[in-house]
């Protein structure tokens, strides 16, 4: 059994939580410019009709109360990845296919989580209990339905669509739901009197193959119930960061420090959670005109150690003269590579050495942070340990 799991009204969600003010209102996230659209609209935006990718003109003129947010995109990515991690508790076998999507084969772990609607229902707590966000969940013996239930309740809905069902389910589903069926292919079935997976399937399939090509072939096989795509599993990211918008400007290096101490604790963490490390440190500085710098420094060897990534993104702070103040300040590591990438020795080892007894630090928080909660364990002092 797959589940396709999708939060609700994402970008608008997030604002929503981060913004106490806003919940229950209509917000519209979207760019401000004049030929800005909508990215995503709360559901009491909705309501006045407002959907993703109208223009934003067109969503003020359906919605005058709508409060128009422009996005936040590195906000959504960092929920995002804590989203995908603990999805990651349930299977292996997790596939993201946007910011806020992504399948789950849950196949065989019904020994751990129990049933396919016992397992979505504890996803759906593991989300909330993560980023306090709610989700939908679709479960079917395939990505396709799977797809198509968890869009049947939203939001916050869970639907399902046991194996025995499928058929029935596929009889009735209006061919607009199939992914790929596009306008002018939904008007091209209409005129042959199509109007469900059913009425395809009823159909020689000769005639199916002739008028559509490729996609016929594909229409037949789903209309039938086959769907061959496989859950894949995340590839190797290519970077990992954290970023923070502070709640107040800052020209202070030492209190910008702080936060880079947690960041690079965070962007370690996740590091050795899969099983990467990274040649690139950089620092990302916005300043409160917005205005936004960069600094990096490339490794000779490729780390995940949470304290080699401060040491280095600290040292990229001190040599960067702050003449305004800052916003948000960012760590992130690049230039990953598979743990098990055999990497050249070091001229010279000694800084090898030390970083190993480092390393052997972060599995131990790792474990103990994995066990009882992040900030459960700091390592104290560590801005003296480094002088
Ligand atoms: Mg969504």
Redesign the pocket.
Known sequence: MILHI?????FASVEQLDNPELRGRPVIVGGHSKRGVVS?ASYEARKFGVHSAMPIFQAKQKCPEGIIIPPRGARYKELSIKIMAALHDFSPLVEPV?I??AYVDISGCERIHGTPEETATRVKQKIYDTVNLN??IGIAPTKFLAKIASDMD?PNGLTIIPPEKVTEFIDTLPVQKVPGVGKATFQQLERLGIKTLGDVQRLPKKIVMEKFGKYGKRLIELASGIDRSRVIPYSTPRSVSSEITLSENTCDKELLKKHMLNQAEEVGRELRKKGVKGKTISIKIKHADFKQVTRSVTLFQPTQSSVVIYKESSKLLDTYDINKNVRLIGVGVSGLLSVDTPVQMELFGADKKKNAGWEKVDSVVDAITEKFGKGSIKKAGITDVLK
């Open positions: 999708d939060m609700d009204a994402f995503t946007s806020d999507e989700c939908s939203k």
